[in-house]
C-alpha cells in the first residue's frame, strides 16, 4: 500500500548512493580504463564514503580482485553485477520476517543508543500493525529523558492506541510488567516496549536493560518475541559495536535502520551485515508514522547500484 | 618490574641506531595505519586524504629523533598536527552589549540539540546568566514540555507558543527577554535534515529575525562519513560560529570532529559527556586526536607524558643513573613522577597490548601495576634516608624493620634491594659504554627508566601537549 511511496522515497534516499557507486564507475569504464590497482582505490573510496567501513571495504575489494585474477570479471556490467550479488546475498541471508507469538500477545522490545529515533519508530510499527489490523499496546519504559513518555503518550493519541505508563523515573521494568499483564488482559495482538536510549558503554544501564527483558517472561515465558535495536543511518562504525554490545545483552532479532531519508548512505548495514548475524528489518524514511518501510536486501542493493 | 625495565632498555637501544630522516619510505607503515585509524574513527575520507597528504610534506625530510622510529615520530607528527588543527581551545561565547545575547542551537534530528540548550543554560547560571529558553520545535511530539521540564529543573523561565511558526516564536521570545528579566536567549530548534529546503530556509528566516550572537551546531559524535554533508549545507546557510560534539562519553571514535573542523572551519567549543545537564564540558583537542587515533596509541602517551615529565629532574636522575649513583630515593621520585601522570595501570593501559611486557596485561585488569608500586613505595618509605641513599647498610636486622614498617616480608624487601642492585650495576655498565646513554636518550632528554616502558617518549620532538588531568572516568547518570 505504501510501496510506491516508499519506493520513491527510498530512490530518492540512496540518490547519492548510486550517483557515486554507479555514474563514477560507469565513467571510468567509459574513459576505457582497465580494472586496476588504481580504480580497485577509487571505488574502495566510493564504499568508505558510504560508511560501508574499513574492513567490509577490504573484504570486498579483496574478492573483486581475486575474482578479476581468476577472469571471473571482465567488463563493467560484470563488475557491477558481482558487486550487487556478493551484498544481495550477505543482506538475504537471514530470514527476515516478524516473529510472532503462537498465542498471546507478541511482544516487541526496542532499545538503541540516545536519540536514534526509538520512539518515532515504535509510532511507525504501530502504524504499520494497525494497518494489519492488529491491536497494539504501546509502553513507556523510557522512564529517564523528560517528556519521553508526553511523547510517546501524543503518538499513542495519534494512532488510537493504549499506553501504559507510569511517572518519569519511575522504574522501567516494572513498567514493561504492567503492560505485559496489560496486553495479556487486553487481549492485545502486538505489545511494544519503548526504553530510554542508553549507551551500550554503560554497564548499569545496560543491565537495566537486560532486566526489563526478562521481567517479562514470568508472564510470557517466551517474550520478548522481537528485540528490535534501533540504528540510526547517520551513525559511522559506532553502530557495529553498538549492535553487537546490544546483541550480547538482550539477544537481537533485528534492526531497525532510520533516518534513511538523509544523506546518509546505510552502508553501515553491509558492515553490520558482514559482522553480525542480526537482519535489517525495517527502515525509517521520516518523521512521520508512516515513513516507515520493510527491509529489502534485494531491493535496497537494486536501489543503490541502479 | 625490573625485568621489565631491561627489557625496555634493550628495545630502545635496538632502535637507536635508527636515526637519520623522515622518508616516503621509512613512513610508508606509519602513514597506512594512520589512514586506516582516521577511516576507522570515521573520519571522512576526503579529510582523512587531504590530511595526511598534508602531514607527510611537512613531515618528510624532517631530522629523525634518534632514539624514535621513524613510525612512532610521524605518529607524533600526526598527533601534533590534529591537536593544532582541532585547537586552539575556544569556548568563548560572543555576548551582544546592549540587548539579550542571543545563542542558537541547530542541528539534525536526535543530535542532541534540546539536552545541550539545558547543559548552555545551567552553564551560563553558573557564570551569573539569567537564560531564557525557547521552544522552537513545534514538529517533534514532546519537545515542547522536554524544554519545559529541563526548564523547571534548572529555575528557568521557558518561551513556548505551540501554534506560532518557528521564527515568530524566536523573535517574540527575544523581543521579551528583558521583560522577563533574562539576558541570554537560547533557541532551541527542530531537527532537521539539511537536505530539507523548507526547513532550512525556516532556520535562515529565525537567524534573520533574531540577529543571533552565536549559532551553534550540535552534532552527534558518532556521526559517519555523512558529517561533512551536513556540517556543510548548515555552515554555509548559517554562518556557524561553533560546533557543539555530544554523546562523547560513549565509545565513538569521534572522527567526525576532525571533518567538521575541516569543512565548517569553526571551532568545536563544547562537548556533550552524558545526557545530565552538568555534562558539558570545554572541547579538548588534545584528548580528541588520541582518541581519533586510536585508544593505546603512541601519541596518547607521547601528549601526555611530554610536559609531566620535568626535564631538569629528569636529567638529574639521568646522570645519577649514568654514574651509577642511582639511589632508592630516585627510584621513588620516578615513582612519584609516574602517580602524576595518573596512574601507573592507566598509563600502560594506553599502550598498544602488544607493547606491554608479558603478563602485564592480566596485572593491569587485577590491578596488580597499581600494588605493585604501593609495596614498593611502603618498603622504601619505611627506610631512613641514610638507608635509601646507601641501600648497602642494609643488614639483616634493618632489612627486618623495613619488612615491619611496610608491613611486608623479610623476602619481599630482599627481592626489592636484589632487583634494585642488578637495575643500578646495569646503568652503571652502560655508563660506561662511551655515550651510549647520550644516544639513549635523543634529543628530548627525556627519561628512559620506568617511564621508558614508554619507547620513545623522550623525543617526540614539537609535541605541544599539555598535560590532561586524570583521565575522566565515565559519568554515571543518577536516577
Ligand atoms: N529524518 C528522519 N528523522 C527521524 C527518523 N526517525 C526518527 N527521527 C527523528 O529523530 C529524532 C529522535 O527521534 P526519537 O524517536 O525521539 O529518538 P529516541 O530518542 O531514540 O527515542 C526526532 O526528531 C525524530 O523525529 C527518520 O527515519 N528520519
Ligand atoms: N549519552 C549522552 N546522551 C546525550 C547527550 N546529549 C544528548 N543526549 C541524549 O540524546 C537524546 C537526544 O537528545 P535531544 O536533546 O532530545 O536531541 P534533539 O532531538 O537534538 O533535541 C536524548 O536521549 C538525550 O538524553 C550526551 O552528551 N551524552
Ligand atoms: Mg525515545
Ligand atoms: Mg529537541
Given at each position: 500500500m505504501?510501496?510506491?511511496?516508499?519506493?520513491?522515497?527510498?530512490?530518492?534516499a540512496?540518490?547519492?548512493?548510486?550517483?557515486?557507486?554507479?555514474?563514477?564507475?560507469?565513467?571510468?569504464?567509459?574513459?576505457?580504463?582497465k580494472?586496476?590497482?588504481?580504480?580497485?582505490?577509487?571505488?574502495e573510496?566510493?564504499?568508505?564514503?558510504?560508511?560501508?567501513?574499513?574492513?567490509?571495504?577490504?573484504?570486498?575489494?579483496?574478492?573483486l580482485?581475486?575474482?578479476?585474477?581468476?577472469?571471473?570479471?571482465?567488463?563493467k556490467?560484470?563488475?557491477?553485477d558481482?558487486?550487487?550479488?556478493?551484498?544481495?546475498?550477505?543482506?538475504?541471508?537471514?530470514?527476515?520476517?516478524?516473529?510472532?507469538?503462537?498465542?498471546?500477545?507478541?511482544?516487541?522490545?526496542?532499545?538503541?543508543?540516545?536519540?536514534?529515533?526509538?520512539t518515532?519508530?515504535?509510532?511507525?510499527?504501530?502504524?504499520?500493525?494497525?494497518?494489519?489490523?492488529?491491536?497494539?499496546?504501546?509502553?513507556?519504559?523510557?522512564?529517564?529523558?523528560?517528556?519521553?513518555?508526553?511523547?510517546?503518550?501524543?503518538?499513542?493519541?495519534?494512532?488510537?492506541?493504549?499506553?501504559?505508563?507510569?511517572?518519569?523515573?519511575?522504574?522501567?521494568?516494572?513498567?514493561?510488567?504492567?503492560?505485559?499483564?496489560?496486553?495479556?488482559?487486553?487481549?492485545?495482538?502486538?505489545l511494544?516496549?519503548?526504553?530510554?536510549?542508553?549507551?551500550?558503554?554503560?554497564?548499569?544501564?545496560?543491565?537495566?536493560?537486560?532486566?526489563?527483558?526478562?521481567?517479562m517472561?514470568?508472564?510470557?515465558?517466551?517474550?520478548?518475541?522481537?528485540?528490535?535495536?534501533?540504528?540510526?543511518?547517520?551513525?559511522?562504525?559506532?553502530?557495529?559495536?553498538?549492535?553487537?554490545?546490544?546483541?550480547?545483552?538482550?539477544?537481537?532479532?533485528?534492526?531497525?535502520l532510520?533516518?534513511?531519508?538523509?544523506?546518509?548512505?546505510?552502508?553501515?548495514?553491509?558492515?553490520?551485515?558482514?559482522?553480525?548475524?542480526?537482519?535489517?528489518?525495517?527502515?525509517?524514511?521520516?518523521?512521520?508514522?508512516?515513513?516507515?518501510?520493510?527491509?529489502?536486501g534485494?531491493?535496497?542493493?537494486?536501489?543503490l547500484?541502479? | 618490574?625490573?625485568?621489565?625495565i631491561?627489557?625496555?632498555?634493550?628495545?630502545?637501544?635496538?632502535?637507536?641506531?635508527?636515526?637519520?630522516?623522515?622518508?616516503?619510505?621509512?613512513?610508508?607503515?606509519?602513514?597506512?595505519?594512520?589512514?586506516?585509524?582516521?577511516?576507522?574513527?570515521?573520519?571522512?575520507?576526503?579529510?582523512?586524504?587531504?590530511?595526511?597528504?598534508?602531514?607527510?610534506?611537512?613531515?618528510?625530510?624532517?631530522?629523525?629523533?634518534?632514539?624514535?622510529?621513524?613510525?612512532?615520530?610521524?605518529?607524533?607528527?600526526?598527533?601534533?598536527?590534529?591537536?593544532?588543527?582541532?585547537?586552539?581551545?575556544?569556548?568563548?561565547?560572543?555576548?551582544?552589549?546592549?540587548?539579550?545575547?542571543?545563542?542558537?542551537?541547530?542541528?539534525?534530528?536526535g543530535s542532541?540539540?534540546?539536552?545541550?540548550?539545558?547543559?548552555?543554560?545551567?552553564?551560563?547560571?553558573?557564570?551569573?546568566?539569567?537564560?531564557?529558553?525557547?521552544?522552537?520545535?513545534?514538529?517533534?511530539?514532546?519537545?515542547?514540555?522536554?524544554?519545559?521540564?529541563?526548564?523547571?529543573?534548572?529555575?528557568?523561565?521557558v518561551?513556548?507558543?505551540?501554534?506560532?511558526?518557528?521564527?515568530?516564536?524566536?523573535?517574540?521570545?527575544?523581543?521579551?527577554?528583558?521583560?522577563?528579566?533574562?539576558d541570554?536567549?537560547?533557541?532551541d530548534?527542530?531537527?532537521?535534515?539539511?537536505?530539507?529546503e523548507g526547513?532550512?530556509?525556516?532556520?535562515?528566516?529565525?537567524?534573520?529575525?533574531?540577529?543571533?550572537?552565536?549559532?551553534?551546531?550540535?552534532?552527534?559524535?558518532m556521526?559517519?562519513?555523512?558529517?561533512?554533508n551536513?556540517?556543510?549545507?548548515?555552515?554555509?546557510?548559517?554562518?556557524?560560529?561553533?560546533?557543539?560534539?555530544?554523546?562523547?562519553?560513549?565509545?565513538?571514535?569521534?572522527?567526525?570532529?576532525?571533518?567538521i573542523?575541516?569543512?565548517?572551519?569553526?571551532?568545536?567549543k563544547?562537548?556533550?559527556?552524558?545526557?545530565?545537564?552538568?555534562?558539558?564540558?570545554?572541547?579538548?583537542?588534545?584528548?580528541?586526536?588520541?582518541?581519533?587515533?586510536?585508544e593505546g596509541?603512541?601519541?596518547?602517551?607521547?601528549?601526555?607524558?611530554?610536559?609531566?615529565?620535568?626535564?631538569?629532574?629528569?636529567?638529574?636522575?639521568q646522570?645519577?643513573m649514568?654514574?651509577?649513583?642511582?639511589?632508592?630515593?630516585?627510584?621513588?621520585?620516578?615513582?612519584?613522577?609516574?602517580?602524576k601522570?595518573?596512574g601507573?595501570?592507566?598509563?600502560?593501559?594506553?599502550?598498544?597490548?602488544?607493547?606491554?611486557p608479558?603478563?602485564?596485561?592480566?596485572?593491569?585488569?587485577?590491578?596488580?601495576?597499581?600494588n605493585?608500586?604501593?609495596?614498593?613505595?611502603?618498603?622504601?618509605?619505611s627506610m631512613t634516608?641514610?638507608?635509601?641513599?646507601?641501600?648497602?647498610?642494609?643488614d639483616?636486622?634493618?632489612?627486618?624493620?623495613?619488612?615491619?614498617?611496610?608491613?611486608?616480608?623479610?623476602?619481599?624487601?630482599?627481592?626489592?634491594?636484589?632487583?634494585?642492585?642488578?637495575?643500578?650495576?646495569?646503568?652503571?655498565?652502560?655508563?660506561?659504554?662511551?655515550?651510549?646513554?647520550?644516544?639513549?636518550?635523543?634529543?628530548?632528554?627525556?627519561?628512559?627508566?620506568?617511564?621508558?616502558?614508554l619507547?620513545?617518549?623522550?623525543g617526540?620532538?614539537?609535541?605541544?601537549?599539555?598535560?590532561?588531568?586524570?583521565?575522566?572516568?565515565?559519568?554515571?547518570?543518577?536516577?
Open positions: 505504501f510501496l510506491k511511496k516508499s519506493i520513491d522515497k527510498l530512490k530518492s540512496l540518490d547519492r548512493t548510486r550517483k557515486i557507486l554507479n555514474t563514477d564507475i560507469s565513467d571510468l569504464f567509459q574513459l576505457g580504463r580494472i586496476d590497482e588504481n580504480f580497485l582505490e577509487e571505488l573510496e566510493k564504499l568508505i564514503t558510504a560508511d560501508v567501513g574499513v574492513e567490509t571495504t577490504l573484504y570486498l575489494i579483496s574478492s580482485r581475486e575474482s578479476y585474477k581468476n577472469k571471473e570479471i571482465e567488463n556490467e560484470a563488475i557491477l558481482f558487486l550487487k550479488e556478493t551484498l544481495k546475498k550477505k543482506l538475504s541471508k537471514k530470514e527476515n520476517t516478524i516473529a510472532r507469538a503462537s498465542e498471546g500477545p507478541t511482544v516487541i522490545l526496542v532499545a538503541g543508543v540516545n536519540g536514534v529515533g526509538k518515532t519508530s515504535i509510532a511507525k510499527l504501530t502504524y504499520y500493525f494497525s494497518q494489519e489490523g492488529k491491536k497494539v499496546i504501546l509502553a513507556a519504559s523510557d522512564t529517564f529523558r523528560a517528556a519521553a513518555i508526553e511523547q510517546l503518550e501524543k503518538w499513542a493519541q495519534r494512532l488510537d492506541v493504549d499506553i501504559i505508563k507510569q511517572k518519569m523515573g519511575a522504574d522501567p521494568a516494572a513498567v514493561a510488567f504492567d503492560a505485559i499483564e496489560a496486553a495479556v488482559a487486553r487481549k492485545a495482538d502486538i511494544i516496549v519503548d526504553t530510554a536510549g542508553r549507551l551500550h558503554t554503560q554497564k548499569n544501564l545496560m543491565q537495566e536493560l537486560g532486566k526489563i527483558s526478562r521481567v517472561k514470568k508472564k510470557i515465558p517466551d517474550a520478548p518475541h522481537e528485540v528490535l535495536l534501533v540504528l540510526d543511518s547517520t551513525t559511522g562504525q559506532n553502530a557495529i559495536v553498538q549492535a553487537k554490545q546490544f546483541d550480547e545483552v538482550i539477544s537481537l532479532t533485528g534492526i531497525f532510520t533516518k534513511l531519508d538523509g544523506t546518509a548512505k546505510g552502508g553501515v548495514v553491509l558492515a553490520i551485515q558482514n559482522q553480525l548475524e542480526t537482519p535489517v528489518k525495517f527502515i525509517g524514511l521520516g518523521e512521520q508514522y508512516e515513513d516507515i518501510e520493510v527491509f529489502d534485494e531491493r535496497f542493493v537494486d536501489a547500484f541502479s | 618490574m625490573f625485568d621489565t631491561s627489557d625496555k632498555f634493550q628495545d630502545i637501544s635496538r632502535r637507536i641506531f635508527s636515526g637519520g630522516k623522515l622518508t616516503e619510505k621509512n613512513i610508508e607503515e606509519a602513514i597506512r595505519e594512520i589512514r586506516t585509524a582516521l577511516l576507522e574513527a570515521d573520519v571522512n575520507y576526503g579529510v582523512a586524504k587531504t590530511f595526511i597528504q598534508r602531514v607527510k610534506e611537512k613531515a618528510l625530510g624532517e631530522q629523525l629523533v634518534k632514539s624514535v622510529k621513524a613510525r612512532e615520530q610521524f605518529i607524533a607528527i600526526v598527533f601534533d598536527e590534529l591537536v593544532s588543527l582541532m585547537g586552539p581551545v575556544d569556548t568563548s561565547i560572543s555576548f551582544a552589549e546592549k540587548r539579550a545575547t542571543v545563542i542558537m542551537m541547530a542541528g539534525l534530528q542532541g540539540k534540546t539536552t545541550t540548550c539545558g547543559k548552555m543554560a545551567k552553564f551560563l547560571i553558573k557564570k551569573g546568566h539569567r537564560p531564557l529558553l525557547v521552544a522552537a520545535d513545534i514538529q517533534r511530539p514532546g519537545a515542547i514540555e522536554q524544554l519545559q521540564i529541563l526548564g523547571e529543573t534548572l529555575g528557568v523561565p518561551f513556548s507558543e505551540p501554534n506560532w511558526t518557528p521564527p515568530k516564536i524566536c523573535a517574540k521570545a527575544v523581543a521579551e527577554a528583558s521583560k522577563k528579566n533574562c541570554v536567549v537560547i533557541l530548534t527542530a531537527g532537521r535534515l539539511h537536505i530539507d526547513l532550512m530556509k525556516e532556520l535562515g528566516e529565525i537567524k534573520k529575525k533574531t540577529k543571533p550572537d552565536n549559532i551553534f551546531l550540535v552534532t552527534d559524535s556521526t559517519g562519513q555523512d558529517a561533512v551536513s556540517a556543510q549545507e548548515f555552515h554555509k546557510l548559517l554562518g556557524l560560529d561553533g560546533v557543539v560534539l555530544t554523546k562523547l562519553d560513549g565509545d565513538t571514535r569521534g572522527g567526525a570532529a576532525l571533518s573542523r575541516e569543512v565548517a572551519g569553526c571551532p568545536i563544547f562537548v556533550g559527556m552524558g545526557e545530565t545537564l552538568d555534562r558539558l564540558e570545554e572541547f579538548d583537542p588534545q584528548r580528541m586526536a588520541s582518541r581519533i587515533l586510536g596509541d603512541l601519541a596518547g602517551i607521547a601528549a601526555i607524558a611530554k610536559d609531566l615529565i620535568n626535564e631538569e629532574e629528569a636529567e638529574k636522575i646522570e645519577k649514568l654514574s651509577g649513583q642511582f639511589t632508592l630515593n630516585d627510584f621513588l621520585d620516578q615513582f612519584s613522577m609516574m602517580k601522570m595518573g601507573f595501570s592507566d598509563l600502560m593501559g594506553m599502550l598498544p597490548k602488544n607493547m606491554l608479558p603478563g602485564a596485561q592480566e596485572q593491569l585488569q587485577s590491578g596488580d601495576a597499581e605493585m608500586i604501593k609495596h614498593t613505595e611502603a618498603m622504601i618509605h634516608p641514610q638507608e635509601r641513599n646507601h641501600p648497602d647498610v642494609l639483616g636486622s634493618r632489612r627486618l624493620r623495613v619488612a615491619k614498617g611496610s608491613g611486608k616480608t623479610i623476602q619481599d624487601v630482599n627481592q626489592l634491594l636484589k632487583q634494585f642492585q642488578d637495575m643500578r650495576k646495569m646503568m652503571g655498565n652502560m655508563g660506561q659504554m662511551g655515550g651510549f646513554m647520550d644516544k639513549l636518550m635523543g634529543g628530548g632528554g627525556g627519561l628512559p627508566s620506568m617511564a621508558g616502558g619507547p620513545g617518549m623522550g617526540m620532538g614539537g609535541m605541544s601537549g599539555k598535560m590532561r588531568s586524570k583521565r575522566k572516568k565515565k559519568p554515571r547518570r543518577k536516577k
